[in-house]
């Protein structure tokens, strides 16, 4: 077979001859596939924009933090908390507010961007026992008990809010007799809440 030479073509009458010749060399031209389907996704682990199902709820504003990826994240809420009530009842009343919060699925924004939380409730809370620090909340579950995201959550959830010390700590219990602990929500936690669980030390009444 005679393969001619092929001079100064436009590059689609290159691909038409290349076809043709090899088609008479007994080769057969195939297709090269292009659809490759949609680029994967990848979380994003942000908002596009405020979350107005979040917002506008009564209640007193509050930051709590969720899961995504392999780090804390924070976001807003609010929780409700009745007028009147005594400081003590108020810092219980507002714990089990963002229990209840941390518990309750992600918003679909929230989802889409790739929140998640490990908290599964229903979770109780309740104030100090007589021998307890004043500031301990007693969790109907124990800490220990609790996966390493769940308790990292409720830890940096509470410091940052007026159920902790702020100092970025929190006094907690479960609900057996043990002494209470005090945790702190780190650099370190907010990072990899998987791999550093809460440092806690106990607490002394007084």
Known sequence: ????????????????????????CGIRATEVPTDYGPAPSRVRCSLAGPDLSTQ?????????????????????????????SADSERRVLLAQGLLDRLAAPPSAAEKEAGYTTDVRGPITVSGPRPGDP??????GTAPDDLSSYALAQVVCTFSDSAAGEGDGSVV?????????????????VRARPGSNEPPSTEVADG
Request: glycine share 10%; aromatic share 2%.
């Open 56 to 84: 506008g709820a009564p209640g007193v504003p509050v930051r709590m933090f969720l899961l995504c990826g392999s780090s804390l994240v924070a976001v807003d809420r609010t929780v409700r908390v009745p007028d009147g």
């Open 134 to 139: 004043e500031d301990t909340l007693r969790l």
């Open 1 to 24: 077979m005679t393969v001619r030479r092929l001079t100064a073509l436009p590059g689609p009458a290159v691909l038409v001859a290349a076809a043709v010749l090899l088609t008479g």
């Open 172 to 188: 907690l219990a479960g609900p057996a007799d043990r002494p209470a602990r005090r945790y702190a929500c780190t650099d370190e």
